[in-house]
């Protein structure tokens, strides 16, 4: 259903995405990742390293390292996938927000709410 492949949209060091390989209709689930959580207090030593833009929040006192393909989705303002926290699984649930056809990337948005247009904590000064 999903593989990685070049994105033309990232300009970092790996240039990847998530592209879908087949047609997928809205509400499906796309993706699982499981999580490695760890307390927001040691927080500080993952900024210091390239992970620190990849962390998601999870829930009120902690972060969270997605494996999977979860660290791997673009960003978009007009995202055709979201995703749900699931805390009794550790996951993190991807869905297609809208159809997506075969061989587009699947974009969520960073803010975790697809409506959210604040500018990313990252292109913040």
């Not at 949209?9 to 047609?23: H, I």
């Not at 996951?91 to 587009?104: H, S, V």
């Not at 247009?117 to 292109?123: G, T």
Request: proline share 3%; net charge negative.
């Amino acid at each position: 259903m999903i593989e990685v492949k070049t994105s033309p949209l990232s300009d970092g060091e790996f240039n990847r995405g998530v592209f879908a390989t087949c047609d997928i209709k809205k509400g499906a689930l796309l993706h699982e990742a499981p999580v490695i959580s760890y307390p927001n207090d040691q927080h500080q030593y993952i900024e210091q390293t390239l992970l620190a833009d990849y962390a998601f929040e999870y829930g009120i006192n902690h972060s969270a390292i997605l494996l999977g393909y979860g660290m791997l989705f673009n960003h978009s303002y007009e995202p055709n996938a979201t995703y749900e926290i699931n805390f009794k699984n550790h996951t993190f649930d991807f869905y297609a927000y809208t159809d997506i056809k075969a061989g587009d990337e699947i974009l969520i948005n960073y803010n975790g709410d697809v409506d959210d247009k604040e500018e990313l904590w990252f292109n913040q000064d």
